[in-house]
Nanobody, 121 residues
């Protein structure tokens, strides 16, 4: 089992930055891929990016490329989502989620509670 807790959301002006944190609790984190998702009001949830806990480069959705960076801190069991050059359309509730390594996109079965990001124009 794995538990996830996000933090770091808030309100910023367009062009600003935020760093979200996802603290993962599990005795076997190396079994998981951690994804960042977001859901804006009236829209479907979409993936922002993902990273395998055990190593390798992150994956980014087109909307995140060049502006967002996913990283991990093994000592703190934490995955970060650094968001720069934020736009009003980035406004959403952001979630981190976990799936088994190698699992398909529909296998994110463990979710955090979400954190609100609001970008003002």
């Amino acid at each position: 089992q794995i538990q996830l807790v996000e933090s770091g959301g808030g309100s910023v002006q367009a062009g600003g930055s935020l760093r979200l944190s996802c603290v993962a609790s599990s005795s076997r984190l190396s079994l998981y891929t951690i994804g960042w998702f977001r859901q804006a009001p009236g829209k479907e949830r979409e993936i922002v990016g993902a990273i395998y806990w055990g190593g390798g480069s992150p994956y980014y959705a087109d909307s995140a490329k060049g502006r967002f960076t996913i990283s991990r801190d093994y000592a703190k069991n934490t995955i970060y989502l650094q968001m720069n050059s934020l736009k009003p359309e980035d406004t959403a509730v952001y979630y981190c989620a976990a799936k088994p390594r190698g699992g398909g996109p529909n296998e994110y079965n463990h979710w955090g509670q979400g954190t609100q990001v609001t970008v003002a124009s």
